[in-house]
């Protein structure tokens, strides 16, 4: 089965990591992504090819696109509709899937809606499949808005995937018209990277650590909008650190302004480490005895998976992280942290606390991977 899988990830590197996570579950079949963010990079397995559109992103208002070089922004956006649109033609997939689009990724529409109709004029089209994380952001007009999106899915799509698991979170909590589909809704459960082959034992011996040390890993993604919170913990760490010893992992982001990064590596005391990139994330997270972070999807299955206590700051400028996070906090899987619990004493507190309690493992299903998987063959095998 040939996929092509469009993802364009325009702020943090979750989307991308969900991504590769399914691509790496497609094992088997002949997989080509295609990305076209800023910056970031990530090991392919040898059934994958990547396929890179010039840059576009967010620009630093939110308010639109910017690019990553000095061509202007018309320029590059017909350079990508040409040659996505020459891919789908040349590559013929089996199976078109497309990560957020149309439920997100209004801005991309002058190359995907392109892009499907090529899928849907080849000689045998493909299943085109819609890739949906769990939570929507809100929208300024929302009866405007699930309008165009029900159009669109029934114009365009044979499938909609929710990386989700119903029992924790539905698409209707924050998209009111799942009914209105006229494609099967698959929910596939939770998207969780695995962690690498490196056990506990040795990646604490690889920060030097001895045995009654505490470790706690300090995260924001991408870096982009986090820095209120890695702060936080590298002021905390001398507090927790009175009372209780702890090593300190913070890992930045490749996002986290160049002038910030500094500023956290000049703060950071004994027993903080501040990195830019952390070698396995995942196996770092599941050797922790304390996770800090945002509330951002990747993180939130990442600590799900470990298993570790973990605390998280939602980005508060849309509801996705506060109602992921309060959702899976009333299920006992993790605590959440106000703006006020950011002042480092308070902060400090809240780690020991956590630490103290250690982790409850929360029933949540994390195949998500590998159902998608499974159902891209199911629907998309015949094609």
């Not at 208002?61 to 040659?83: H, N, P, Y």
């Not at 302004?257 to 990139?277: I, N, T």
Request: net charge neutral; proline share 5%.
């Amino acid at each position: 089965m040939r996929v092509l899988f469009y993802c364009q990830h325009v702020l943090g590197m979750g989307h991308l990591f969900r991504a590769l996570s399914i691509c790496r579950a497609l094992a088997g079949h002949e997989v080509t992504l295609v990305s076209g963010g800023p910056g970031g990079s990530a090991s392919l397995p040898g059934h994958v090819r990547l396929f890179s559109l010039p840059a576009l992103s967010m620009d630093a208002e939110f308010s639109g696109l910017q690019t990553d070089g000095g061509l202007e922004l018309e320029e590059v956006k017909a350079q990508r509709k040409e040659r996505l649109a020459r891919l789908v033609r040349d590559f013929s997939p089996d199976v078109f899937l497309v990560e957020l689009f149309p439920f997100g990724r209004k801005a991309f529409s002058f190359e995907l809606l392109p892009a499907l109709e090529v899928a849907h004029g080849l000689s045998r089209p493909p299943l085109c499949a819609s890739s949906v994380r769990d939570i929507l952001v809100e929208k300024s007009e929302p009866s405007a808005y699930e309008d165009r999106v029900v159009r669109l899915v029934n114009q365009w799509f044979g499938l909609v995937l929710v990386h989700a698991d119903p029992r924790v979170v539905r698409l209707s909590e924050t998209f009111s018209r799942e009914a209105d589909f006229a494609c099967p809704v698959e929910y596939t459960g939770y998207v969780a990277r695995k962690p690498g082959g490196t056990d506990k034992k040795a990646v604490r011996e690889r920060f030097g650590l001895l045995p009654e040390d505490r470790l706690v890993v300090v995260s924001a993604g991408g870096g982009a909008v986090g820095g209120a919170l890695l702060a936080a913990a590298v002021d905390a760490a001398p507090v927790v650190n009175a009372k209780q010893r702890v090593y300190v992992v913070v890992s930045a982001g490749p996002y986290l302004p160049e002038k910030e990064y500094a500023a956290l590596a000049d703060r950071a005391g004994p027993g903080v480490l501040v990195r830019r990139f952390v070698r396995d994330f995942p196996g770092l997270v599941a050797a922790a005895d304390l996770s800090v972070s945002m509330g951002g999807y990747n993180t939130c299955m990442d600590v799900l998976a470990a298993g570790v206590p973990a605390l998280v700051w939602p980005f508060g400028r849309n509801r996705e992280q506060g109602l992921r996070a309060e959702k899976l906090a009333a299920m006992g899987a993790l605590g959440v942290l106000s703006d006020e619990d950011l002042a480092p004493k308070r902060l400090a507190q809240r780690m020991l606390s956590a630490l103290e309690a250690g982790a409850e493992r929360a029933t949540v299903d994390l195949s998500g991977a590998e159902r998608t998987a499974r159902l891209l063959e199911r629907y998309g095998g015949d094609a």
